[in-house]
């Protein structure tokens, strides 16, 4: 039970289960919606700004709670039927926005942009959140679980209840979901699957709760993918984006603002298999130079294969931070970090090399907005912003940013 003081100056008791009507006031990053009840603010699933709802709390706390909309009263225009008929309140929780039709999806990940960057950057941006295809059938790898008796299944929000499924909306045709949730798995079981954009599907399993690399079941590993003219292959355990879309539009925003040039000297930072490196490599030539530095030694196997015979990639595996002070110069840098961004000390050292441009890849804008700051005061400056919607029906959201030296008068 939780205490909040209300306008009045009274304090109201809440509890888990309550139910009650709300204002549903703006989006807040995460895939929840703000709404205040009795002086609490409560982060809403399944609602939409303006819409009148009944909300029951789904967990209580000393400074914010979280409930569920059981009953809309007053819909708003872009309320729209989920196409998946899991997405519920006590359905899967891997997507936030089915309720809601695709263009405003893509509005309201733009409110949390401009909301992020005016919180944390302090800093007036204006973006658009570009569509780059269909709303479903785009995601190409998953993690899913099973359950006790082997169904195949996800997640439930904020839990370790596991959803039943026969089939994912989101998912990518070719990953064959219906005939995999269909099988009878081990019980409480990690399952991952991906399918290559060359039609591989790689299925791997492990225990639930048990982090570490799971065990291949069926397919290829590593599995190979086609960017432009050159074929990667990614292991099993390697990241690779899950939007089949995701490589190409990445790979041109990063080359459109990088502007590479014959003979420059790259760093691809947090560059995994190579996918950057792979299309970097051409633009500076066999008189330019790129170097990936990257965490996981299974996507650094996977690079050191891609580019064998080039002696003009470098793959250096290692903590970013740590690695990035033994080069001297370089004359363009990308970074793809991972959610929590790449923060100060990498921010730091990757300035001090004083390259002419940096482009940033972010998929959380809170943790680019914070490092737009530690990038100010190192000397650059955010010169463009873009934003991609690679995650229909979910709340996150790809961004690429371009940064330049301040120039000073």
């Known amino acids: 039970m939780a205490t909040h003081t209300e306008s009045n100056g009274h304090r109201a008791s809440l509890k888990v289960g309550d139910r009650f009507s709300v204002t549903i006031e703006k989006v807040a990053h995460g895939g929840h919606f703000i709404a205040r009840h009795l002086g609490a603010v409560i982060f809403v699933r399944h609602a939409i700004p303006g819409e009148e709802c009944v909300v029951?709390?789904?967990?209580?706390?000393?400074?914010?709670?979280?409930?569920?909309?059981?009953?809309?009263?007053?819909?708003?225009?872009?309320?729209?039927?989920?196409?998946?008929?899991?997405?519920?309140?006590?359905?899967?929780?891997?997507?936030?926005?089915?309720?809601?039709?695709?263009?405003?999806?893509?509005?309201?990940?733009?409110?949390?942009?401009?909301?992020?960057?005016?919180?944390?950057?302090?800093?007036?941006?204006?973006?658009?959140?570009?569509?780059?295809?269909?709303?479903?059938?785009?995601?190409?790898?998953?993690?899913?679980?099973?359950?006790?008796?082997?169904?195949?299944?996800?997640?439930?929000?904020?839990?370790?209840?596991?959803?039943?499924?026969?089939?994912?909306?989101?998912?990518?045709?070719?990953?064959?979901?219906?005939?995999?949730?269909?099988?009878?798995?081990?019980?409480?079981?990690?399952?991952?699957?991906?399918?290559?954009?060359?039609?591989?599907?790689?299925?791997?399993?492990?225990?639930?709760?048990?982090?570490?690399?799971l065990d291949l079941i069926s397919g290829p590993d590593p599995a190979h993918y086609k960017v432009g003219e050159k074929v990667l292959e990614v292991s099993q355990k390697a990241f690779w984006q899950s939007h089949e879309k995701a490589p190409q539009v990445l790979t041109k925003a990063v080359l459109e603002l990088a502007k590479p040039l014959l003979g420059e000297k790259i760093l691809d930072l947090y560059g995994g298999v190579g996918l950057f490196t792979s299309v970097l490599l051409d633009a500076v030539g066999q008189g330019g130079r790129v170097d990936l530095v990257e965490g996981s030694k299974a996507a650094t196997a996977d690079a050191t294969r891609n580019f064998s015979g080039r002696a003009n990639v470098g793959v250096h595996t290692g903590d970013v931070g740590k690695i990035l002070p033994r080069f001297a110069q370089a004359d363009v840098i990308v970074l793809d970090p991972p959610r929590e961004g790449a923060g100060r000390e990498v921010l730091q050292h990757a300035s001090a090399l004083a390259p002419r441009a940096i482009v940033y890849v972010a998929c959380d804008p809170a943790a680019l907005a914070r490092d737009v700051t530690y990038l100010e005061e190192y000397g650059y400056s955010m010169d463009s912003l873009s934003a991609y919607d690679l995650f229909p029906m979910t709340h996150h959201i790809e961004s690429v940013a371009l940064f330049t030296p301040i120039k000073v008068s």
């Open 56 to 213: 029951e709390l789904t967990s209580v706390g000393s400074s914010f709670n979280r409930g569920d909309v059981v009953e809309v009263i007053t819909p708003s225009v872009d309320r729209a039927t989920a196409p998946c008929v899991y997405a519920h309140a006590k359905g899967c929780g891997g997507c936030d926005f089915q309720h809601i039709t695709p263009a405003r999806q893509r509005e309201l990940k733009r409110d949390v942009i401009i909301e992020s960057f005016a919180r944390i950057a302090k800093k007036q941006v204006d973006v658009e959140v570009i569509e780059v295809g269909p709303s479903l059938g785009w995601r190409t790898h998953f993690g899913a679980v099973t359950t006790n008796s082997g169904n195949l299944g996800f997640y439930k929000s904020r839990s370790h209840s596991v959803v039943p499924i026969t089939d994912c909306r989101i998912a990518a045709q070719g990953l064959n979901l219906p005939e995999l949730a269909s099988k009878k798995w081990k019980g409480n079981q990690r399952i991952e699957i991906s399918l290559s954009n060359t039609g591989e599907v790689t299925v791997a399993s492990g225990a639930a709760r048990v982090e570490g690399p």
